[in-house]
């Protein structure tokens, strides 16, 4: 109903008695007849007089006086004093009455007539001259300082779960949604947020928001509030040593926390079993109940360490009387270390298998190569002390000790096979049996070939011939070789290459000092730099074949010297000594006929004088070229 109707109904009930009389007196009344200067303009056809601006003004303050004044945005009590099917007529007093929606009064199944209710005024008039009032606004309004005010005091307020939104739960405090974090619902964590929705809890106002009028609730601090005194007053009668039930409430991968009943201890993993486990879920499961004795405890920090296994006797005080010195025990790897790996003989008893006990063999064993974790070994005790509560193990002591009759099976000059099982930059390792292994040192590989590494000779488990050449028993240590196989080949070779012989071969390697020439039956020799210099002056290369002198030859070092610049040189030397041979022959030759000539001649004459003056200057010419050729 609008404010115009409703002030035009009140008049009409004003107006409806006055019309009434005045009909009743004009039929009473006989008509008089006015001049018409002397008829009262101001009445109008309804009888109803016009007043002067004056009346007019004290009229309107004397009505205006029997309404309340207020502003907007103010909370007041309104009656209710109408319904329909969509809204509620409220009278706060004013000129004319609000509408608000019945929409609003959802919580107020019972609203009747006559009712006192909370409105707040949005406007006095909005554009259609209404009066707009709002409960729900109201109910906001007094809400939020309600909130505030309970936030201030620390009061426990009770709200109403109404849906799940991300991260939390809304809750309807006083009217008003706030918002219950996740983390602020239990003090365990909470997955199923679904289970809440509906229920009616009690909160505490934890942060409120002026500016946008938020504010954030906790049930979950009401909870810690109890507990703290329960804290209190668990801690003030522990002592170490005291045995405790409690509930497993959270299970991670460095221990459990136990539920003391309002105070959590914390059970390190490495105190809830005497023998070694990876992760506490191994032992313990959630929810369960357990007994525990208290540890240690911080009265300041309020932490306490719990013990489970502690109520337990330690396994080494129950060893069984079977495990002693040189008893065969199975364990299984807990634990893998450079030095060895540790064998778990039964819960909480452990020992410690070194590398050196693994094989009798002397060759360097990485344990983390050799050793997997879980896998079981048999072993046999070496040492064994109740006390320290510590044990050795030997798994090579499972069996015979292959160095007691290394003289008979593997005797010196013996040949085997066996396997390059490492390989270092001076030698190659051979295992010739389990256990039993030496080392080919990268002089003995080849009788003919130096090598810069042994790999390039041979891999890591290849097949080997060896031949022992020593044997080291207190050091448990083989010398072996492999050119040894073979003849040694120097004995005939210095037959093959003397010096001064030339022979063909080429040139496999080369650097600034000189080159390695390989020879005849895969024979090395070295040629240096300066050996190296052609008859052309042209360099020569890797892969190049040309002829070599064998210039030095050491059978006791294996080495041998060649060089090519003395090849074309002896050849240049010889070639110089024909020529002169040649013309020692023809002046012999000429001496000789001179010499003949000579004795048939008894007397000279002036012809025979110039003849023999001929052949005298050619024996000259002859012997200056000889002379010429020497130098």
Do not use: C
């Not at 329960?230 to 460095?254: A, C, M, W, Y």
């Amino acid at each position: 109903m609008s404010e115009n109707n409703i002030i035009n109904e009140q008049n009409a009930e004003q107006q409806a008695p006055q019309a009434a009389a005045a009909e009743t007196a004009t039929k009473k009344a006989p008509v008089v007849e006015t001049a018409h200067d002397d008829f009262d303009w101001s009445v109008d056809k309804r009888n109803v007089s016009s007043y002067s601006k004056e009346e007019k003004e004290k009229y309107d303050q004397t009505y205006d006086s029997t309404f309340k004044v207020f502003e907007e945005n103010t909370l007041l009590s309104g009656t209710v004093v109408g319904i329909t099917n969509t809204d509620v007529v409220i009278n706060i007093g004013f000129k004319s009455d609000g509408l608000i929606s019945l929409n609003e009064f959802r919580d107020l199944p019972g609203l009747k007539i006559g009712d006192e209710v909370e409105v707040l005024v949005v406007e006095k008039e909005d554009r259609d001259g209404n009066l707009h009032l709002s409960r729900k606004q109201a109910r906001q309004k007094r809400a939020w300082e309600k909130i505030v005010e309970v936030y201030k005091t620390g009061e426990v307020v009770t709200g109403t779960v109404t849906s799940k939104t991300k991260g939390g739960l809304i809750v309807d405090v006083y009217g008003m949604e706030t918002f219950l974090p996740g983390s602020q619902i239990d003090v365990k964590p909470v997955t199923d947020y679904d289970q809440f929705v509906g229920k009616t809890m009690e909160f505490k106002v934890v942060k409120v928001n002026e500016t946008i009028r938020n504010a954030v609730v906790s049930h979950k601090a009401l909870i810690e509030s109890d507990i703290e005194q329960q804290r209190v007053d668990i801690i003030s009668k522990l002592e170490k040593g005291q045995v405790l039930e409690g509930t497993i409430k959270n299970i991670t991968d460095f221990g459990a926390f136990i539920d003391l009943g309002g105070l959590d201890g914390l059970l390190y993993i490495t105190d809830i079993s005497w023998g070694r486990i990876s992760h506490p879920s191994e032992v313990l499961q959630m929810d369960q109940k357990i007994n525990v004795v208290v540890l240690d405890f911080d009265d300041e920090k309020r932490r306490i360490s719990l013990g489970y296994k502690q109520l337990t006797p330690h396994p080494w005080d129950t060893l069984p009387a079977t495990i002693t010195e040189g008893a065969k025990v199975k364990g299984k790897v807990v634990n893998i270390e450079d030095y060895g790996a540790f064998l778990e003989i039964m819960p909480g008893v452990e020992g410690l298998v070194h590398v050196s006990e693994i094989s009798w063999a002397s060759t360097p064993i990485n344990a983390k190569e050799f050793f997997k974790l879980g896998e079981e070994y048999e072993a046999v005790v070496v040492t064994l002390s109740k006390d320290e509560r510590k044990m050795s193990l030997s798994i090579k002591q499972l069996t015979e000790d292959p160095w007691s009759t290394i003289e008979t099976k593997f005797p010196v000059d013996s040949r085997h096979k066996g396997i390059v099982k490492n390989i270092t930059p001076y030698g190659v390792f051979v295992e010739l049996e389990t256990g039993i292994g030496g080392m080919i040192h990268i002089s003995d590989l080849s009788w003919i070939k130096r090598f810069n590494h042994p790999s390039e000779y041979t891999k890591v488990g290849n097949e080997i011939d060896v031949v022992i050449l020593g044997i080291d028993k207190e050091n448990r240590k083989l010398s072996l070789g492999h050119k040894q196989i073979e003849e040694d080949p120097w004995n005939t070779f210095e037959t093959i290459f003397p010096i001064n012989s030339v022979h063909e071969g080429t040139v496999v390697k080369k650097d600034e000092k000189g080159a390695t020439v390989q020879l005849q039956y895969g024979l090395e020799a070295y040629a240096p730099a300066r050996h190296l210099r052609t008859e052309d002056e042209k360099p020569i290369n890797v892969e190049d074949v040309k002829e070599f002198m064998i210039i030095e030859f050491d059978r006791s070092e294996k080495r041998i010297l060649v060089s090519h610049t003395r090849v074309w040189e002896k050849a240049q030397a010889e070639e110089k000594e024909a020529v002169v041979k040649e013309k020692r022959a023809e002046a012999d030759k000429t001496r000789k006929a001179v010499k003949n000539i000579q004795g048939k001649v008894e007397k000279a004459t002036l012809g025979d004088l110039g003849a023999l003056a001929e052949l005298r200057e050619k024996l000259k010419q002859s012997e200056g070229g000889e002379e010429k050729s020497a130098q």
